[in-house]
């Protein structure tokens, strides 16, 4: 059976990659989206070597890219002497399979990419359960590509049996697997329920950050909190959630959450592993978007955030945009409302303070009002 993502990975440090990308969209967006690549390739702890984009044509069922370009894709490889090819839209199991034959190295995808990040970043039992149930259910349906070296045998009898026999205890094996990864998950969900339902009784509002990845949720977590979470300048720093009881006002306290961050094409099996999780924002009583308020982007990661919120179904949760990074655009602190006075969005600096006074005060009016 294929070894994890998570074990290869750790295995092929600093490796050489080649990102690929194709302009199916705009020029600047795949650019953006190249550049995010970039990062999740070092982040992984892959040395960039260089990049490809196809610039026109239509999805190969095939290969992904046309012949000619897949052609100068292993010209590449061979210049920058790497042995890695990331490409930056999910691949087919006979894509990659194909694509690793014609030029002779490694080919992964994003969600692969990702999913590999995520094993790397998993320090928890929690966090590492969804990270191998993602992971196994990635593998899955890809199992019959990473057997079919055995088509290349004589054939006649004796040949065929072993090959179907062995794929078929690997599908079973992965199934069990799944299933049990799911029944322990469901006992960590159970859990989460029982705080969510003492919280209630107590009548304490639940507040939980959500963000594109490195918006600084971490930052504004700890400074809000004081409870001195890992936090970094880099993708996926969180994983596992971290709650925190916050005094607000006189009698009035909010149980605060941190939540994993959000990335493009985020893998639905990462989505669905990570329910549990993501849970404490899909029943909260008030959500806190941090955005980056400095990233060129900041419009398309927002529109990608509420993307995943509307596939874990909190799209009706009431929330706050929280403009984080004020201190790189010399921005003042301040609250906007809407016509009514309710606040909307609050600009802050996590990191210098700027503004936190401004956002406590905010949340308090929008879980005291709305409550």
């Known amino acids: 059976m294929k070894a994890s993502s998570y074990e290869t990975g750790r295995a092929a440090r600093n490796e050489r990659a080649i990102l690929v990308g194709h302009a199916q969209r705009e020029r600047a967006h ?133 090959g179907e026999t062995q794929l078929e205890t690997d599908r079973r094996l992965i199934r069990d697997r799944i299933r049990l990864l799911g029944r322990r998950l469901e006992k960590v969900h159970l859990q989460r329920e029982q705080g969510r339902r003492a919280r209630r009784r107590a009548e304490v509002p639940a507040v939980s950050l959500v963000g594109y990845t490195n918006a600084g949720k971490s930052t504004l977590f700890n400074a809000i909190t004081g409870a001195g979470v890992y936090a970094a300048d880099q993708l996926f720093a969180t994983l596992d959630p971290t709650m925190r009881r916050v005094e607000l006002r006189d009698s009035l306290s909010m149980v605060l959450a941190d939540t994993v961050g959000f990335v493009r094409h985020l893998p639905h099996q990462l989505v669905e592993a990570f329910r549990a999780t993501l849970e404490e924002a899909r029943l909260a009583d008030l959500l806190l978007h941090v955005i980056d308020a400095s990233a060129e982007d900041r419009e398309d990661t927002t529109h990608e955030v509420e993307h995943v919120l509307t596939d874990i179904g909190a799209e009706d949760v009431p929330r706050l945009e929280v403009f984080n990074k004020i201190d790189l655009l010399e921005v003042a602190p301040r609250i906007d409302r809407d016509e009514s006075g309710r606040p909307l969005r609050v600009w802050v600096s996590a990191k210098s303070g700027a503004g936190l006074a401004l956002l406590r005060e905010a949340i308090a009016e929008r879980i005291g009002g709305d409550m």
């Open 30 to 162: 795949i650019e953006r989206s190249m550049e995010e690549l970039a990062l999740l390739a070092d982040t992984a702890g892959a040395k960039v070597a260089d990049q490809l984009v196809q610039r026109s044509g239509t999805i190969h069922p095939a290969t992904f890219l046309g012949k000619g370009k897949v052609e100068e894709l292993k010209q590449l490889a061979v210049m920058r002497d790497a042995d890695l090819m990331i490409f930056d839209d999910d691949l087919s199991p006979a894509q990659v399979k194909n694509l690793e034959k014609m030029v002779d190295r490694k080919v992964i995808d994003r969600s692969e990419l990702i999913l590999d990040i995520f094993a790397k970043r998993a320090r928890t039992r929690e966090s590492r359960l969804q990270v191998e149930l993602a992971q196994l259910e990635y593998t899955l349906p890809r199992l019959t590509g990473m057997w079919k070296h055995l088509e290349r045998q004589a054939g006649g009898i004796g040949t065929r049996g072993p």
